[in-house]
C-alpha cells in the first residue's frame, strides 16, 4: 500500500489495524472549497455591481463544475459518482441510522450525501449555463446571449437568479447536516474534508481507496478551463 494513504495502529498482539484512511484527493477537496468560497463571492459582486468579477466568479465556479463531472466519472475511487451514489432507499435508511445516532463509518460519501453531492453539482452547472445566456437589457450580457433570441435570454436571465437561492438552500442543508453528525456522532465531516484523511472507528477496518492520476486531473482542468475560457471570449462581457 503506498505510504500516506493509510494510517496504523498495534493492537496488543501487535497486529497492525487500519485506523486512518485517505479518502479525498487534494483535487475533490480543491473544487468543494474553491466552490464554497466562489458562492458568496459571486453573490457579493453581483450586489455590488462588481460585473467583470461576477463573470470571472461565475466562469471559474464552470470550469471547476465540468472538472468535478468529469472527475466523478474517471477520477478517485471516492470521487466517482459510481461509488457514491446509491438508491434513493439506501439514503433513507442512512437518514434513518443517524437519527438513532447509529450510522456506520462510509469511505468517501455516504448514501444521502452523494444525492446532495449530484443535486449541488446540477443546480450549479445549471445556473452557470443560465448565466451565459443571460441578458438583463441594461448592462450587462453573457457572451452566447446573443445567439438565442430574446425570449430564451429572458427564461435565462430567470433562472439564473432564482436557481441560485436554490443552491443557497440545498447549501444550508448541507451544513446543518455536518453539524449534526459533529453533535450527534462526534464525527469531524469539516477535518476530513480538509485533510482529506478519515479516523476510523476501533476494531474497523476498511481498504484505501485508488486514488486517481495527478496528471490525469491537471489535464482534465486544463480542459475544463480551457473550454470556458473560449466561451468567455466568444464576445466582452461584464456579467455572469
Same mark, same amino acid.
Given at each position: 500500500?503506498?505510504?500516506?494513504?493509510?494510517?496504523?495502529?498495534?493492537?496488543?498482539?501487535?497486529v497492525p489495524n487500519v485506523r486512518v484512511l485517505k479518502v479525498w484527493d487534494p483535487w475533490v477537496?480543491?473544487?468543494?472549497?474553491?466552490?464554497?468560497?466562489?458562492?458568496?463571492?459571486?453573490?457579493?459582486?453581483?450586489?455590488?455591481?462588481r460585473h467583470d468579477l461576477h463573470f470571472l466568479s461565475g466562469y471559474a465556479i464552470l470550469t471547476?463544475?465540468?472538472?468535478?463531472?468529469?472527475?466523478?466519472?474517471?477520477?478517485?475511487?471516492?470521487?466517482?459518482?459510481?461509488h457514491f451514489l446509491k438508491s434513493p432507499v439506501a439514503a433513507l435508511r442512512h437518514l434513518s441510522?443517524?437519527?438513532?445516532?447509529?450510522?456506520?463509518?462510509?469511505?468517501?460519501?455516504?448514501?444521502?450525501? #452523494?444525492?446532495?453531492?449530484?443535486?449541488?453539482?446540477?443546480?450549479?452547472?445549471?445556473?452557470?449555463?443560465?448565466?451565459?445566456?443571460?441578458?438583463?437589457?441594461?448592462?450587462?450580457?453573457?457572451?452566447?446571449?446573443?445567439?438565442?433570441?430574446?425570449?430564451?435570454?429572458?427564461?435565462?436571465?430567470?433562472?439564473?437568479?432564482?436557481?441560485?437561492?436554490?443552491?443557497?438552500?440545498?447549501?444550508?442543508?448541507?451544513?446543518?447536516?455536518?453539524?449534526?453528525?459533529?453533535?450527534?456522532? #462526534?464525527?469531524?465531516?469539516?477535518?476530513?474534508?480538509?485533510? #482529506?484523511?478519515?479516523?476510523?472507528?476501533?476494531?474497523?477496518?476498511?481498504?484505501?481507496?485508488?486514488?486517481?492520476?495527478?496528471?490525469?486531473?491537471?489535464?482534465?482542468?486544463?480542459?475544463?478551463?480551457?473550454?470556458?475560457?473560449?466561451?468567455?471570449?466568444?464576445?466582452?462581457?461584464?456579467?455572469?
Amino acid at each position: 500500500m503506498p505510504a500516506g494513504r493509510m494510517g496504523w495502529a498495534m493492537t496488543e498482539r501487535g497486529v497492525p489495524n487500519v485506523r486512518v484512511l485517505k479518502v479525498w484527493d487534494p483535487w475533490v477537496r480543491l473544487t468543494h472549497w474553491a466552490i464554497a468560497l466562489l458562492l458568496p463571492f459571486s453573490w457579493w459582486t453581483a450586489e455590488t455591481s462588481r460585473h467583470d468579477l461576477h463573470f470571472l466568479s461565475g466562469y471559474a465556479i464552470l470550469t471547476l463544475v465540468l472538472f468535478r463531472i468529469a472527475w466523478g466519472l474517471v477520477g478517485s475511487e471516492t470521487a466517482r459518482f459510481g461509488h457514491f451514489l446509491k438508491s434513493p432507499v439506501a439514503a433513507l435508511r442512512h437518514l434513518s441510522h443517524l437519527r438513532r445516532r447509529e450510522a456506520p463509518v462510509d469511505v468517501g460519501h455516504n448514501a444521502a450525501g #452523494g444525492w446532495m453531492v449530484l443535486a449541488l453539482l446540477l443546480l450549479l452547472l445549471v445556473q452557470a449555463a443560465a448565466g451565459l445566456f443571460a441578458d438583463d437589457l441594461i448592462f450587462t450580457r453573457g457572451p452566447l446571449a446573443r445567439r438565442v433570441d430574446e425570449a430564451w435570454s429572458s427564461l435565462a436571465t430567470s433562472i439564473h437568479l432564482r436557481v441560485f437561492w436554490v443552491i443557497v438552500a440545498l447549501a444550508v442543508l448541507h451544513v446543518l447536516a455536518v453539524a449534526a453528525y459533529r453533535v450527534l456522532l #462526534g464525527r469531524n465531516l469539516v477535518r476530513t474534508m480538509l485533510t #482529506g484523511s478519515l479516523v476510523l472507528p476501533d476494531g474497523q477496518q476498511a481498504a484505501a481507496p485508488r486514488l486517481g492520476s495527478p496528471v490525469l486531473a491537471l489535464a482534465l482542468l486544463a480542459a475544463s478551463g480551457g473550454f470556458v475560457w473560449w466561451i468567455s471570449t466568444l464576445r466582452p462581457a461584464s456579467m455572469f
